[in-house]
């Protein structure tokens, strides 16, 4: 088992920045990808971006160069470093884990860009 637990989000103007983190505890060593997801109202949820225990990273094409993950190892904690946020940003955003078979999805924490 996997617990996450996030913190960071909140509510932001357009153009203004935040900072994300997920950490992991548990069955830790299992972990092999951590990366985030959001939600916005009436929509599906997509996927922000994707760290590997390697430290490689992937984002999805809308994403890039305005968000950056990143990842603590010795604190189990994974980073979302925001710019440049827009309204259409606004989302709950999910920290996610995958293991070997499965994954495991943090409580979500609301991000609102809005003036």
């Known amino acids: 088992q996997v617990q996450l637990v996030e913190s960071g989000g909140g509510l932001v103007q357009p153009g203004g920045s935040l900072r994300l983190s997920c950490t992991a505890s548990g069955n830790i060593a299992s972990i092999y990808s951590m990366g985030w997801s959001r939600q916005a109202p009436g929509k599906q949820r997509e996927l922000v971006a994707r760290i590997t225990s390697s430290g490689y990273t992937y984002y999805t094409d809308s994403m890039k160069g305005r968000f950056t993950i990143s990842r603590d190892n010795a604190k189990n904690t994974v980073f979302l470093q925001m710019n440049s946020l827009k309204p259409e940003d606004t989302a709950v955003y999910y920290c996610?884990?995958?293991?070997?078979?499965?994954?495991?999805w943090g409580q979500g924490t609301q991000v609102t860009v809005s003036s």
């Open positions: 996610n884990a995958q293991v070997v078979g499965t994954g495991y």
